[in-house]
């Protein structure tokens, strides 16, 4: 029996303000968005139409979630994001204000920039190496 890695949950402040900057910012897709009984959500999101695991966001309740804003990962990455052209995708990024703290470089394994998310959690940015 095979399984799949089909979403990961991501905690957030605020439902609008996660799908704004995903959504617009980052062009993320919100492939579901619903009001469940509880009056909680379930907004799940995807980097594109083609990407096969999702984001759910959830908004943080509890103190220890709230605590987490920012920091799932810790100061470790918590996602990456792969680009068919990184110094493309951070010029159209860092135009939206997207805060990168790492521009574009090129590594054995492909051309890297890191970013933070609106609140804090660190991401890695990658496309195919470049030729140098």
């Given at each position: ?22 959504c ?11 009001v ?10 995807l980097p ?13 309740v ?13 100061d ?41 998310d ?9 496309g ?5």
């Amino acid at each position: 029996m095979s399984t799949t890695l089909s979403a990961i949950q991501l905690l957030v402040d605020d439902y609008q303000a996660a799908l704004d900057y995903y959504c617009k910012t980052l062009d993320f897709v919100c492939i579901e968005d619903e009001v469940n009984p509880d009056g909680s959500r379930w907004v799940k999101i995807l980097p594109s139409h083609y990407a096969t695991t999702a984001l759910v966001l959830h908004r943080a309740v509890s103190p220890a979630q709230q605590a987490s804003l920012g920091r799932q990962a810790g100061d470790a990455v918590f996602g990456i994001l792969y680009c068919e052209d990184c110094e493309q995708t951070y010029q159209q990024w860092q135009s939206r204000g997207v805060q990168f703290e790492q521009p574009p470089v090129s590594q054995a394994y492909g051309t890297v920039a890191i970013f933070s998310d609106y609140l804090g959690n660190r991401w890695d940015l990658i496309g195919p190496p470049t030729d140098h």
